[in-house]
């Protein structure tokens, strides 16, 4: 009597590997930029809180500019986490397609992948930009606010 040849099941070629190794990569760089920027949001939240008194006292006229500034470096922060989340959104396209075609699953699924992998890299890049944003923010509450 023969042993049944165990089902190995599908194995992804050296392109596909290679593509999935980036991704890993780049998501594992992502995640340390996302942790950065919530450390940075919450000693921003716990300096104001704490709401110490200015280390540099500077005029009216340049109080308001200053409090101007802040607001836009803000605004600038929410624009890059709607554009974030719009681009996540999109990610879902390929996803579907998998389950409402047939034939092509693994290609929309390496779609997907090649996706994930932009979306991480563009979403790196926007966290470190947020990050700037957001220690430029800390600094002014710090000494000015």
């Excluded at 719009?86 to 699924?109: H, N």
């Excluded at 926007?126 to 606010?145: D, E, G, K, N, Y």
């Amino acid at each position: 009597m023969t042993e049944p040849v165990a089902d190995r099941g599908f194995e992804f070629g050296a392109k596909e590997n290679e593509l999935l190794l980036k991704l890993s990569k780049d998501l594992t760089r992502l995640g340390i930029a996302t942790l950065v920027a919530g450390i940075l949001f919450v000693l921003y939240l716990f300096v104001s809180y704490l709401d110490p008194a200015a280390v540099v006292e500077v005029s009216e006229a340049r109080h308001t500019a200053l409090s101007f500034l802040d607001y836009v470096v803000w605004g600038l922060i929410a624009l890059l986490i709607i554009y974030m989340s719009i681009t996540v959104i999109r990610l879902a396209i390929p996803i579907k397609m998998i389950v409402t075609t047939s034939g092509l699953d693994i290609a929309y699924l390496m779609s997907f992948v090649e996706k994930l992998g932009v979306l991480s890299k563009v979403s790196f890049v926007s966290l470190i930009f947020i990050c700037v944003l957001m220690a430029i923010s800390l600094i002014m509450l710090i000494l000015v606010f």
